[in-house]
């Protein structure tokens, strides 16, 4: 017998494992021994009120519960010996499309730019103490891919494409806490990622898989409008049945390289804008109606939408991959630009907020007749180096404070800030195109008005967040997910535009793992 309910309660008794099974137990007037699983479904703050609250649903069987909902146990069996299915990319799209690959029976071979997890940090601290970025290892490139240094949100709009909780399972069984089964918005945390991407590794590499490291494809290897295989930089060729491209919104490269060899590709709607930065405390205060954030509830978030005009266009301004109690990192992936992006450790205990605050860009905003499919690339790789030269040159990143952004006067101070590599303080009207610095100034005085506190010179926005989803997209069919021209070729991910974020990313990779299963089942019969 199964009884669903749904509790109200104060965050030191839903936060506490004990507590809460006490407060379940005592709403169903039941006695410990008469309960044999308690599956908690969803846990999510209410801070509508007065008082912040926590709303818990569960599953309460008073028999043993039905197999499926207890922890999944995925078993990778030796596939060594099985025909080979190329994965270009080590993010969360490659990853998961090999742990699927295995599943089904065959061998991915995973080939990435980067470098593994551990040796990538020494790239990372380069970058930020010496301003010396490394075009193929960095916050974008490397085993995990951009989430595995970013904030490890979990959270996706994406149910229709695949399993979240078998997902969600897949990295529990990898290290993560169980809490992400449940929690409405899940998090795992920088600081925790890299662990949990080295224990995937494993799994693939007993399994019978290969990972390549400091493996960028410089070409592919096409026949009769059939992918054969890839070549790497050193030189070497990987054959395989079919080619996952996984490569991320970054791979700038890849993207000229299909440009090149006339594969279709084309130009898509993306965002860009800045990061703003306050203190953590006052939008506790502002998200939680008190003083102080009590030690129970998590650091808050906010999320924020407004329509913007121009040039009698409309565009949406809103806020991107909010971090609490979180850092600003430089996220550039060539010398001679200035990228930044956020991340949050699991504690989320930096006394810095900080999110992306992003205008639509659409293809109509872009220079299509010069640059073709390239037009928004070429966009957002403009602004990144005109960062880069606006703020001196380095990674230093230019920023001016928010309130003087918005009445359009140079700052002569700046904040204490989360972005290591420093702070140059300009008039960033002077960065953005007319349009965007509008949309951005509208953006934020209307945003202001929805949280009070929110617009002033506490809080300062630095940029330029411009990688916030691929602005080129490598059309596939809907229903095989192949290449719309060149066969066993299976676009992947956020680099292929069919993925924003760690959850929907992995959804993506299995998905292309079983269609290429499903084809190969095809041909045997």
């Known amino acids: 017998m199964k009884k669903e309910l749904e509790l109200v309660l104060p965050p030191e008794v839903a936060y506490d494992e004990a507590l809460l099974q006490n407060a379940i137990l005592k709403h169903l007037g039941a006695q410990p021994d008469a309960v044999s699983y308690i599956h908690k479904l969803k846990r999510s703050i209410d801070a509508r009120g007065k008082n912040v609250l926590l709303r818990v649903r569960a599953d309460v069987y008073f028999n043993s519960p039905p197999s499926d909902i207890l922890q999944a146990k995925f078993v990778y069996p030796n596939v060594e010996k099985a025909p080979s299915v190329i994965i270009v990319g080590a993010g969360p799209a490659g990853l998961f499309a090999a742990l699927r690959c295995i599943e089904l029976g065959m061998k991915p071979v995973i080939l990435e730019r980067g470098k593994d997890v551990r040796t990538r940090r020494r790239d990372l601290a380069a970058i930020n103490k010496e301003h010396v970025v490394n075009p193929d290892s960095n916050y974008c490139f490397g085993e995990g891919g951009a989430g595995t240094y970013s904030d490890g949100k979990l959270y996706t709009r994406s149910k229709k494409r695949g399993d979240v909780y078998r997902v969600l399972q897949i990295l529990v069984q990898h290290g993560a806490t169980p809490d992400i089964l449940f929690d409405a918005h899940p998090h795992i945390g920088t600081n925790k990622l890299p662990v949990l991407i080295a224990n995937i590794r494993e799994s693939i590499l007993q399994a019978g898989g290969e990972i390549h490291f400091d493996s960028r494809v410089t070409d592919f290897i096409i026949e009769q409008n059939t992918i054969k295989g890839v070549v790497t930089q050193n030189g070497n060729l990987f054959e395989g049945e079919s080619v996952i491209l996984a490569t991320g919104h970054s791979a700038r490269d890849i993207y000229e390289l299909l440009a090149a060899k006339n594969i279709f590709i084309e130009a898509k709607p993306f965002a860009m804008g800045v990061r703003v930065e306050h203190q953590q405390s006052l939008i506790d205060s502002i998200q939680y109606h008190c003083d102080k954030r009590g030690p129970y509830l998590p650091a808050s978030s906010y999320a924020l939408v407004h329509q913007t005009t121009y040039d009698k266009k409309q565009r949406g301004i809103f806020s991107f991959c909010m971090c609490p109690g979180g850092f600003i990192v430089p996220s ?194």
């Not at 992006?341 to 007749?369: C, H, L, W, Y």
């Not at 990688?467 to 299976?490: C, W």
């Open 332 to 525: 550039a992936t060539t010398p001679g630009e200035v990228v930044v992006n956020g991340m949050s450790p699991s504690r989320r205990d930096s006394q810095f907020a900080n999110s992306g605050i992003v205008v639509a860009i659409e293809t109509e905003d872009m220079d299509v007749k010069t640059y073709g499919a390239l037009a928004g690339l070429r966009m957002q790789q403009a602004l990144e180096q005109k960062a880069c030269a606006i703020a001196g040159g380095t990674q230093k990143a230019p920023g001016q404070l928010l309130q003087d952004f918005t009445r359009s006067k140079l700052s002569n101070r700046l904040l204490d800030t989360s972005y290591q590599p420093g702070l140059t303080s300009v008039d960033m009207k002077e960065l953005f195109p007319a349009s965007m610095a509008h949309r951005l100034r509208e953006g934020f005085t209307y945003f202001g008005s929805k949280m009070k506190g929110y617009l002033s010179n506490e809080a300062q926005i630095i940029g330029v967040e411009s990688r916030t989803s691929a602005p080129v997209r490598i059309p596939r069919d809907r229903e095989t997910l192949e290449h719309v021209e060149i066969k066993n070729l299976f676009p992947c991910g956020e680099g292929a535009g069919y993925a924003g974020g760690i959850v929907s990313a992995a959804m993506d990779g299995e998905r292309c793992a079983e269609k290429i299963a499903a084809k190969a089942n095809r041909r045997q019969e």
